[in-house]
T-cell receptor
């Protein structure tokens, strides 16, 4: 158990809909990262938050957004869903700011999103 | 970001040592070498990291070449539970971003 929790575990929705994925980081970790894993693209970084502020952006679509709340949990919002958004979405947390390169990231169990 | 090269797949027998290689010929002096693994149907899991010296922890050992252009993750006694995809990733100290850049990794199969 990494200490990172993600809900829901599975999500099935239709094209055009909007969903929210939730992540609670390990106790004390200020950095939260979101990654997407699909069969054709592998594991890709989406976005990082540090202590409530956006720190870095990766290949995140404009239809996707995220935020980190004062209690440090984070939410990833996916809207106007397309079939290609079907993937595993992982959240990870780290005790560093993200710039040090030396802090390990702890991953949650993921949310499997299926868009039909 | 500096790139890493790993074999697509490797096989091992249970209870034997496994050496997983990683080439990173363009590594910079401030790049840390991280290893993560992903077991089937699970999120990635941190294994070990190092900068210049060899490192040991309860999961594995990391052997880093003297010129730092390659490294080897060593599992001392493979178990069936070690069957996973292993990723070798470079993380720059003081870089602009802290996210991990995953390649395809090495898929390790462990035979009983």
């Amino acid at each position: 158990d990494s200490g990172v929790t993600q809900t829901p575990k599975h999500l099935i929705t239709a094209t055009g809909q909007r969903v929210t994925l939730r992540c609670s980081p390990r106790s004390g970790d200020l950095s939260v990262y979101w990654y997407q894993q699909s069969l054709d693209q592998g594991l890709q970084f989406l976005i990082q938050y540090y202590n409530g502020e956006e720190r870095a952006k990766g290949n995140i679509l404009e239809r996707f957004s995220a935020q980190q709340f004062p209690d440090l949990h984070s939410e990833l919002n996916l809207s106007s869903l397309e079939l290609g958004d079907s993937a595993l979405y992982f959240c990870a947390s780290s005790s560093g700011t993200g710039l040090e390169g030396i802090y390990e990231q702890y991953f949650g169990p993921g949310t499997r999103l299926t868009v039909t | 970001d500096a790139k890493t090269t790993q074999p697509n797949s490797m096989e091992s027998n249970e209870e034997e040592p496994v050496h997983l290689p990683c080439n990173h010929s363009t590594i910079s002096g401030t790049d840390y070498i991280h290893w993560y693994r992903q077991l089937p149907s699970q999120g990635p899991e941190y294994v070990i990291h190092g900068l210049t010296s060899n490192v040991n922890n309860r999961m594995a050992s990391l052997a880093i070449a003297e010129d730092r252009k390659s490294s080897t993750l060593i599992l001392h006694r493979a178990t069936l539970r070690d069957a996973a995809v292993y990723y070798c990733i470079l993380q720059n100290y003081g870089g602009s971003q802290g996210n991990l850049i995953f390649g395809k990794g090495t898929k390790l199969s462990v035979k009983p």
